[in-house]
């Protein structure tokens, strides 16, 4: 099963600032916190990735509570092609291939 | 072609006949997957092959049986499949296992089993 939760959908106006929050409890020391989208019938996309540090790269950001027990991706402006369900996923790294993807969220861009 | 590309993307299928479906990626990793989404359902983890070898197994019914000839290929071989086998059939690599080999995904076969 998924170790994480997520709102089921959202909703987010074209140009401003998306927010997805992720909650990950029962995360250990070792997982680090991945998120992915997937645009419909498309394979999924990764888009960043973190341990305990906030991460930035060009598409988004990803925010990390001090106690790890929750994270959020930030879209910082949102555009139509953003729509889509995005994933949060809590993985052991080395040792391990395996993603346990859960139902994400399904965002929804507004023009 | 560049990333990771699926053949065929659409298939329809009766329950006894055979048909592969064909992964193959242009980006020099050693290790790839095989997913499956089903509708309105988490994409399940099938199989996984790392340096050619199949390191994980998630209890995928005989009736899916998978080949890696090279770092390059995975195949999905299927025989004798059930209507509950339709669902969108995805290929993945990455280079290694460690934090930073994120999965890169191909487009997907559609399957649908009559």
């Known amino acids: 099963d998924a170790k994480t939760t997520q709102p089921t959908s959202m909703d987010c106006a074209e140009g401003r600032a998306a927010n997805l929050p992720c909650n990950h409890s029962t995360i250990s020391g070792n997982e680090y916190v991945y998120w992915y989208r997937q645009i419909h019938s498309q394979g999924p996309q990764y888009i960043i990735h973190g341990l305990k540090n906030n991460e930035t790269n060009e598409m988004a950001s990803l925010i990390i509570t001090e106690d790890r027990k929750s994270s959020t991706l930030i879209l910082p402006h949102a555009t139509l092609r953003d729509t889509a369900v995005y994933y949060c996923i809590v993985r052991v790294v080395s040792g391990t291939y395996k993603y346990i993807f859960g139902t994400g969220t399904r965002l929804k861009v507004l023009a | 072609e560049t990333g990771v590309t699926q053949t065929p993307r659409h298939l329809v299928m009766g329950m006894t006949n055979k048909k592969s479906l064909k992964c193959e990626q242009h980006l020099g990793h050693n290790a790839m997957y095989w997913y499956k989404q089903s509708a309105k359902k988490p994409l399940e983890l099938m199989f996984v092959y790392s340096l050619e070898e199949r390191v994980e197994n998630n209890s995928v019914p005989s009736r899916f049986s998978p080949e890696c000839p090279n770092s390059s290929h995975l195949f999905l071989h299927l025989h004798t499949l059930q209507p509950e086998d339709s669902a969108l059939y995805l290929c993945?690599?990455?280079?290694?296992?460690?934090?930073?080999?994120?999965?890169?995904f191909g487009p997907g076969t559609r399957l649908t089993v009559t």
């Open positions: 993945a690599s990455s280079q290694g296992d460690r934090h930073e080999s994120e999965q890169y």
